[in-house]
């Protein structure tokens, strides 16, 4: 019998990053279940009888899988996380010796523990090893810039060669694929996705969406849906953060469920308000209903309506809304007239929103996942 082989019959190609486990294992039906739940992680695996021949491949793969029956052929073994053997029957005693002669993180029996291997082998698959850094952008009051902010982030987190996904979770905002310039680009909006539900594979979910000045965009169509169920919610965004990286959510201020669920999976909140006294009452009443959803919400300060001097200065509006102050947003002379000539907000590095957005970023833990 041949002692190695892949699922397709070949190896990784060389200096490839491989992008699901190594299987070890010669019994025939397990081996065939393993590849079964592969196929429904999305991943891709290499299949070896023993310890793989060609160098490196048990040292750097991702996840090991090892059948009962090739457990005692890894005598010898590098000693390495991310190993998990796998029987009949978790009752069996001489699969936990042999769990713990190999060193393995996990021993589980099939059928029993399907669930829990679809998930691990699809994490891998996700090659994310820590989840996005998640910021949610919202507004205060209508109008306050939180769209232009959130687009601004996503192009400049994107420009940093940061894996970057812009998510439109306000049905009623107008659409940000219209204010990056990509209503026609080609790409699922929400009305495709508004059945999904469980787990989806980021991946796919990745190279699904349209792709506009070198980020991703989940945003409407032109339909009549304004509606996605929050179990949806959920299953986007979860996917979106397992490619690691950055993730922008643009919200609206009105919490319903769905709102609530992008919230639990934001790392920082952005609420943009304007310098002015209605304003502040306003976005009081949003810090209010979105806070106690939120483990990080504060406030950016934005210039008030037609630009004329601020009549509080940021310190206060932040202490008004009893929130810490992110930032200051500058004004920027002309960002209407960029947009309608096909320029995203942030678009131009040297200008103060793009400045703004840098320095923000900066500042904040987002995990290194190359776009």
């Known amino acids: 019998m041949a002692t190695q082989e892949t699922a397709d019959r070949s190896a990784p190609p060389a200096g490839r990053q491989r992008t699901g486990p190594l299987i070890v294992t010669e019994d025939i039906e397990l081996l065939d279940d393993l590849l079964r739940l592969c196929a429904v992680a999305g991943a891709r695996p290499e299949v070896n009888h023993g310890l793989p021949r060609h160098r490196g491949s048990w040292e750097t793969a991702p996840l090991i899988l090892v059948g009962e029956d090739a457990a005692p052929r890894l005598a010898g073994a590098t000693r390495r996380r991310g190993v998990v053997l796998i029987g009949r029957s978790e009752a069996d005693t001489a699969l936990w010796r042999h769990g713990v002669r190999l060193g393995a993180?996990?021993?589980?029996?099939?059928?029993e523990g399907e669930k829990w291997l679809v998930d691990r082998i699809a994490d891998v698959a996700d090659g994310a090893d820590e989840p996005a850094f998640t910021v949610g952008v919202l507004g205060g009051r209508g109008g306050a810039g939180a769209s232009t902010l959130a687009c601004a982030l996503a192009v400049t987190s994107a420009r940093r060669e940061v894996r970057t996904m812009l998510i439109d979770a306000d049905p009623l905002g107008g659409g940000l694929d219209v204010m990056l310039g990509g209503e026609r680009a080609q790409g699922l909006?929400?009305?495709?996705?508004?059945?999904?539900?469980?787990?989806?594979?980021?991946?796919?979910?990745?190279?699904?969406?349209?792709?506009?000045?070198?980020?991703?965009?989940?945003?409407w169509d032109r339909g009549d849906s304004v509606a996605v169920p929050p179990e949806a919610v959920r299953a986007v965004v979860a996917a979106a953060r397992r490619r690691g990286g950055a993730v922008v959510l643009d919200l609206p201020r009105r919490v319903?469920?769905?709102?609530?669920?992008?919230?639990a999976q934001t790392d920082l909140g952005l609420l943009v308000v304007p310098a002015e006294l209605r304003a502040v009452a306003a976005a009081t009443r949003v810090a209010a209903a979105t806070g106690t959803s939120l483990r990080d919400l504060r406030v950016v300060v934005a210039p008030p309506p037609g630009h004329r001097s601020a009549a509080l200065e940021a310190?206060?509006?932040?202490?008004?809304?009893?929130?810490?102050?992110?930032?200051?947003?500058?004004?920027?002379?002309?960002?209407?007239?960029?947009?309608?000539?096909?320029?995203?907000?942030?678009?131009?590095?040297?200008?103060?929103?793009?400045r703004?957005?840098?320095?923000?970023?900066?500042?904040?833990?987002?995990?290194?996942?190359a776009a």
Request: proline share 11%; aromatic share 4%; with cysteine.
């Open 189 to 219: 909006r929400w009305p495709a996705l508004a059945a999904s539900r469980g787990r989806l594979a980021a991946g796919a979910l990745e190279e699904s969406l349209p792709r506009l000045h070198s980020l991703r965009l989940l945003s």
């Open 256 to 263: 319903d469920d769905g709102t609530g669920e992008a919230l």
């Open 105 to 111: 993180d996990q021993v589980l029996s099939l059928p």
């Open 315 to 354: 310190r206060e509006v932040a202490d008004l809304v009893g929130l810490p102050l992110a930032g200051e947003l500058p004004h920027e002379p002309g960002l209407l007239t960029d947009q309608e000539s096909g320029a995203p907000p942030g678009g131009d590095a040297r200008s103060p929103l793009a």
């Open 356 to 369: 703004f957005c840098t320095a923000l970023w900066e500042r904040l833990p987002v995990p290194e996942a």
